[in-house]
Nanobody, 123 residues
Framework: QVQLVESGGGLVQAGGSLSLSCAAF????????MGWFRQAPGKEREFVAV????????SYADSVKGRFTISRDNAKNTVYLQMNSLKPEDTAVYYC????????????????WGQGTQVTVSA
């Protein structure tokens, strides 16, 4: 069993930046695909970014491509999401998730989830 703990959320003005972290406890995530998802009020949870276990391959939702960067430090058992040029529509609870299957944008294929961290972008 792995516990994922997100941090780094907060309130920022449009155009600003935030850096999210997701620390894993209980076992190593070095062999896991790691993903970031988000859920805005009244909306379904949506894919944001994914990174393979080695960190070589990443993929992003079109809405964040060029603005967000996912990375990982397996030695620290931590995954990151650097968010730049933030927009009000990026406002959501951000979740990290771990999967032992292939790199995927499908939330149901992730077995472990964090509790989420709130990101609010003001206009």
């Amino acid at each position: 069993q792995v516990q994922l703990v997100e941090s780094g959320g907060g309130l920022v003005q449009a155009g600003g930046s935030l850096s999210l972290s997701c620390a894993a406890f209980g076992r190593t995530i070095s062999r896991d695909t790691m993903g970031w998802f988000r859920q805005a009020p009244g909306k379904e949870r949506e894919f944001v970014a994914v990174i393979t276990s080695s960190g070589v391959i990443t993929s992003y939702a079109d809405s964040v491509k060029g603005r967000f960067t996912i990375s990982r430090d397996n030695a620290k058992n931590t995954v990151y999401l650097q968010m730049n040029s933030l927009k009000p529509e990026d406002t959501a609870v951000y979740y990290c998730a771990a999967s032992r299957t292939r790199a995927t944008m499908i939330a149901s294929e992730y077995a472990y989830w964090g509790q989420g961290t709130q990101v609010t972008v003001s206009a």
